[in-house]
C-alpha cells in the first residue's frame, strides 16, 4: 500500500532549528511532484514548500524563503523540510505530500501524510 509518513516534529523555541522527514513505501518519490503544507490552529491548510517534476524547481511561500530548505534522498525514498530561525508563528501541523501532476497547489497532491506538529514557544 503506498503511503507517506512524516516525522521529526516537536517543541522548539524561537530560532531554533527542526527537520522534517517525509518516507514514502508502495511507491518511490523520485519522478513525483513532491511539497510541503501546514496548518496553523484556526487557519487554512496552506502550501509551504515544493520540489517540482520533471527538474526539480522550487517554491517557497515568502514568508519561510531563506529559512526553510526542501529537499529529497532518492535512495532513502525520503523528502526532508530543513526549518531554521523559527518563530512561533511557524507553529502548525506540517503534511507532506506528492503527486504526479506538475503542479503542487493542495487540490493536486494525490498522496499525503497524517501530519507532524510543531511547536514554536519559548
Known amino acids: 500500500q503506498a503511503q507517506i509518513v512524516e516525522s521529526g516534529g516537536g517543541l522548539v523555541q524561537p530560532g531554533g532549528s527542526l527537520r522534517l522527514s517525509c518516507a514514502a513505501s508502495?511507491?518511490?518519490?523520485?519522478?513525483?511532484?513532491v511539497g510541503w503544507f501546514r496548518q496553523a490552529p484556526g487557519k487554512e491548510r496552506e502550501r509551504i514548500s515544493c520540489?517540482?517534476?520533471?527538474?526539480?524547481?522550487?517554491y517557497y511561500l515568502e514568508s519561510v524563503k531563506g529559512r526553510f530548505t526542501i529537499s529529497r534522498n532518492l535512495a532513502q525514498n525520503a523528502m526532508y523540510l530543513e526549518m531554521n530561525n523559527l518563530r512561533p508563528e511557524d507553529t502548525a501541523v506540517y503534511y507532506c505530500?506528492?503527486?504526479?501532476?506538475?503542479?503542487?497547489?493542495?487540490?493536486?497532491?494525490?498522496?499525503w501524510g497524517k501530519g507532524t506538529l510543531v511547536t514554536v514557544s519559548s
Open positions: 520540489m517540482r517534476r520533471p527538474y526539480g524547481y522550487t
Open positions: 505530500a506528492a503527486t504526479m501532476n506538475i503542479d503542487c497547489d493542495e487540490g493536486d497532491m494525490t498522496y
Open positions: 508502495g511507491f518511490r518519490l523520485q519522478p513525483y511532484t
